[in-house]
């Protein structure tokens, strides 16, 4: 049975330390994304990681903490403009409608967006329905526990 889930709605990334940051449902996109900056590979001792802070100062969750993974690849993501462009792409755990599902976020900065996570069809697929003229669903079940 899929999980009807409106328009946009708020999230938890535990991984992540991020609680109720609002996400938009974006059928458009094929991956999900999150506002990051000063994203960077960097290498210690041989071993490769992304380094990465989430958001950005103006944003009322922007914590100024540094994240750092060895679970991460790289793809090629074409954006709404149509350039295509290298992300880099973490996996984490979201958790939506008291849920928690796995799920791959390209890094991006995304300053100028009014949503700082962009859920896409990839993770959407064969577990959710959109009704674009609903909002909050999962946040106001959260609420009800």
């Known amino acids: ?35 990051c900056s000063n994203i960077e590979e960097i290498t210690v001792d041989t071993e490769k990681f992304i380094r ?44 939506i409608f008291n849920k928690s599902f796995p799920i791959h976020l390209t890094l991006s900065e995304r300053k100028d967006m009014t949503f700082p996570v962009l859920l896409g069809r990839k993770f959407l697929n064969h577990k959710f329905l959109i009704d674009t003229t609903m909002k909050d669903l999962s946040h106001k079940l959260k609420n009800k526990k």
């Open 1 to 35: 049975m899929k999980i009807t889930i409106g328009r946009i709605d708020k999230a938890d990334f535990p991984e992540l330390i991020l609680e109720d940051i609002d996400v938009k449902i974006d059928s458009g996109a094929y991956t999900s994304s999150i506002h």
């Open 52 to 95: 990465f802070t989430l958001l950005d100062p103006e944003h009322p969750f922007y914590n100024n903490k540094e994240f750092s993974t060895k679970k991460y690849a790289s793809k090629l993501v074409k954006s709404s403009n149509g350039i295509s462009e290298e992300r880099f792409l973490i996996e984490t755990e979201i958790v």
